[in-house]
Antibody, heavy 121, light 110 residues
Framework: QVQLVESGGGVVQPGRSLRLSCAAS????????MHWVRQAPGKGLEWVAL????????YYADSVKGRFTISRDNSKNTMFLQMNSLRAEDTAVYYC??????????????WGQGTLVTVSS | NFMLTQPHSVSESPGKTVTISCTRG????????VQWYQQRPGSAPSIVIY?????PSGVSDRFSGSIDRSSNSASLTISGLKTEDEADYYC?????????FGGGTKLTVL
């Protein structure tokens, strides 16, 4: 079965950077797009970014555009989220999720357990 | 971008049926499929409905989804409520290059 394990979270000061990783197993990683979705403490889900299966196309939420970069290494079955110029409002649990596709649509499907990022001085 | 609006909370008794709505603010609800996710306290979300009304394998047939063009909304219906259904439920959809989640609905089974 699909297993996604996020890592790299922690406490970071405002304005600094952090890099999250998502290690995948139990699937042909290179055949799936991947999402990052975050959840601030006590709040709802917020989509952050999507990368296509081959890394050729990337999409970002307006709230992180220009500060966050999504990438992947298919040889290592791993996806990344480089987060720069972090703000207090970026504090959240960050989940990675597979982008599963039928013949008609794609959608977030399997999710990891998340990694907590806290931006605080 | 567009918004998906859900009621903040709903409650119902065990054995009953509950419906959670998700209204799309702009654009037609029928133009892009809607997914539904369940998130129990302390856990990651898991999908319970995809493409408006499709149930993933392993999800109970007590869960069903639909869309209503007249109200521009999607609905998640859970029948035969169990205490284990108590969770937050999120709708999700997309357009162009953006994905959106509803604000979530807290379901209490009491």
């Amino acid at each position: 079965q699909v297993q996604l394990v996020e890592s790299g979270g922690g406490v970071v000061q405002p304005g600094r950077s952090l890099r999250l990783s998502c290690a995948a197993s139990g699937l042909t990683f290179s055949g799936f797009g991947m999402h990052w979705v975050r959840q601030a403490p006590g709040k709802g889900l917020e989509w952050v970014a999507l990368i296509w299966y081959d890394g050729s196309t990337k999409y970002y939420a307006d709230s992180v555009k220009g500060r966050f970069t999504i990438s992947r290494d298919n040889s290592k079955n791993t996806m990344f989220l480089q987060m720069n110029s972090l703000r207090a409002e970026d504090t959240a649990v960050y989940y990675c999720a597979t982008d599963s596709c039928s013949t008609t649509s794609c959608y977030p499907d399997s999710w990891g357990q998340g990694t907590l990022v806290t931006v605080s001085s | 971008n567009f918004m998906l609006t859900q009621p903040h909370s709903v409650s119902e008794s065990p054995g009953k049926t509950v419906t959670i709505s998700c209204t799309r603010g702009s654009g037609s609800i029928a133009s892009n499929y809607v997914q539904w996710y369940q998130q129990r306290p302390g856990s990651a979300p898991s999908i319970v409905i995809y493409e408006d009304n499709q149930r993933p394998s392993g999800v109970s047939d007590r869960f069903s989804g639909s869309i209503d063009r007249s109200s521009n909304s999607a609905s998640l219906t859970i029948s035969g409520l169990k205490t284990e259904d108590e969770a937050d439920y999120y709708c999700q959809s997309y357009n162009s290059n953006n994905q959106e989640f509803g604000g979530g609905t807290k379901l209490t089974v009491l």
